[in-house]
């Protein structure tokens, strides 16, 4: 079992920037990759980014590109996304997700961490 704790969510400007973080605890070694998703009252869950754990490949959702990006440390336990520019569209519970292969599927999730921009 793996368990991811999120935590720097908050409020902040828009055109301002924030930084999230994601530590992953468990089972690490079962971790393949680590993804930031998030979902807006009444809108759909929406994948942001994701980055391999033992390498550095990287995804971006097209609402984000350009604007975030996901790192790692030298341990691949613990993620972050940097996030520049927000706009009010980026108001959301940003949550962290893992999985444990390329095809799988997320399976552990994290709580969840409220950003919120204000205009």
């Known amino acids: 079992q793996v368990q991811l704790v999120e935590s720097g969510g908050g409020l902040v400007q828009a055109g301002g920037s924030l930084t999230l973080s994601c530590a992953a605890s468990?089972?690490?070694?079962?971790?393949?990759?680590m993804g930031w998703f998030r979902q807006a009252p009444g809108k759909e869950r929406e994948f942001v980014a994701s980055?391999?754990?033992?390498?550095?490949?990287?995804n971006y959702g097209d609402s984000v590109k350009g604007r975030f990006t996901i790192s790692r440390d030298s341990g691949g336990n613990t993620v972050y996304l940097q996030m520049n520019s927000v706009k009010s569209e980026d108001t959301a519970v940003y949550y962290c997700?893992?999985?444990?292969?390329?095809?799988?599927?997320?399976?552990?999730w994290g709580q969840g961490t409220q950003v919120t921009v204000s205009s």
């Open positions: 997700a893992g999985k444990r292969g390329e095809i799988f599927d997320y399976i552990w």
């Open positions: 468990g089972r690490t070694l079962s971790l393949y990759a």
């Open positions: 980055i391999v754990r033992s390498g550095y490949d990287t």
